[in-house]
């Protein structure tokens, strides 16, 4: 007779990323934006992320190393488009308040 086995992952490899946008206004369009992307592989890769005093934190783990750094690289990219996005919206709209 066969017996199922349940195989748990163990988060061996984790780290950290923290972003001061020194805006709580900033940091919440960032999480809105980038918390519709969940991961592709959420059996071997956990992200949390949250906003507090205008700073996005978000906590990677994986089951592999190379899960970690796949998904870390792929949410910086994201994360840098999304940053420069909203950087430059905000100076149009500062620009147009300013001449106002």
Known sequence: MA???ETKN??????DLE???KSEEKANIIYSSLAVDK???PDKVRRV??????KLSVHFEAVE???LRASYSAFVDVLTLA?????QFSEGLELQQQNA
């Open 83 to 87: 940053t420069k996005t909203i950087e």
């Open 65 to 67: 190393a190379r899960f």
């Open 49 to 54: 992320m949250s906003v507090v005093d205008g």
């Open 19 to 21: 972003v001061d946008y």
């Open 10 to 15: 163990t988060w061996e490899f984790s780290c």
């Open 3 to 5: 017996s199922a086995v």
């Open 39 to 41: 991961e592709l592989q």
